[in-house]
């Protein structure tokens, strides 16, 4: 079992864990995983290939050869900037079906397990604390209600130009959800292991202060 630490926080979509992870990871100067953004993007490099999203075989090859790299904040698949492109709804949809398919997952395995690297890892997705990181150190379920995720995601959309309905929007939010909690394999739900993290009432910074104070506390009764 490796030695270098692991924060695992999951939760559903658009909970806010992706803000509170990565600024944990900054905070800590430990590296950072979205493992969300590998399923976005093996469903869009499917997309571009005209693999449909149900042909698990080829999906699965496709994940497990992902021309994948983060660099600076951008996400580059094939050489392509595709930051934007893999946030659209379309592609959240899409994301959600490639997750279901357990040869995908296991597709991704190793690649997410390279990423714990010295001093430490914050990853964050749904999995994280159940299949891909069962020993982290600390593990969180970070939540909040549809209807505040829903309005997040609204703001974040129209930040960025982009149009938005709350309605549509809570409702692909509570489909998506419900298929990746029904799911059969590594569905999201919080682990009897995982601290509960609800947000709806607090601010980002007070998230990040949450998972802090518990990660200090293990990490200093382990040290
Ligand atoms: O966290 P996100 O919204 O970017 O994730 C995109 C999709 O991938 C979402 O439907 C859930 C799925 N996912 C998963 O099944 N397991 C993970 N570890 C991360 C994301």
């Known amino acids: ?11 559903p979509s658009a909970s806010g864990k992706g803000t509170v992870a990565a600024l944990v990871a900054q905070r800590l100067g430990y590296h950072y995983l979205d493992s969300g953004s590998l399923y976005r993007l093996t469903a869009l490099a499917a997309a571009r290939s005209g693999v449909p999203c149900d042909d698990e075989a080829a999906v699965a090859g496709l ?14 698949l094939d050489g392509e900037d595709v930051t934007d492109a893999i946030r659209s709804e379309a592609c959240s949809a899409d994301a959600s079906r ?7 997952r296991r597709a991704l395995l190793e690649r997410q397990r390279a990423y714990r690297q010295a001093p430490g890892l914050v990853a964050e997705g749904r999995d994280m604390g159940s299949v891909v990181f069962p020993d982290a150190l600390l593990k969180v379920f970070l939540t909040a209600s549809a209807e505040a995720r829903a309005e997040r995601r609204v703001k974040q959309l ?21 298929r990746d909690a029904a799911r059969s394999v590594a569905p999201l739900q919080k682990g009897a292991d995982a601290e509960l993290l609800e947000t709806t009432q607090l601010t980002i910074e007070q998230a990040v202060q949450k998972v802090l104070v518990w990660y200090r506390s293990r990490f200093h009764s382990l040290h």
Do not use: Y
């Open 98 to 104: 490639v997750a279901a398919l357990p040869t995908v």
């Open 158 to 178: 129209i930040e960025k130009g982009m149009s938005a309905n709350i309605h549509t929007l809570l409702r692909d939010l509570q489909e998506r959800d419900a």
């Open 1 to 11: 079992m490796s030695q270098i630490p692991v924060i695992a926080i999951d939760g």
């Open 63 to 76: 994940a497990f050869a992902l021309p994948a790299e983060f660099a600076g904040g951008r996400t580059i």
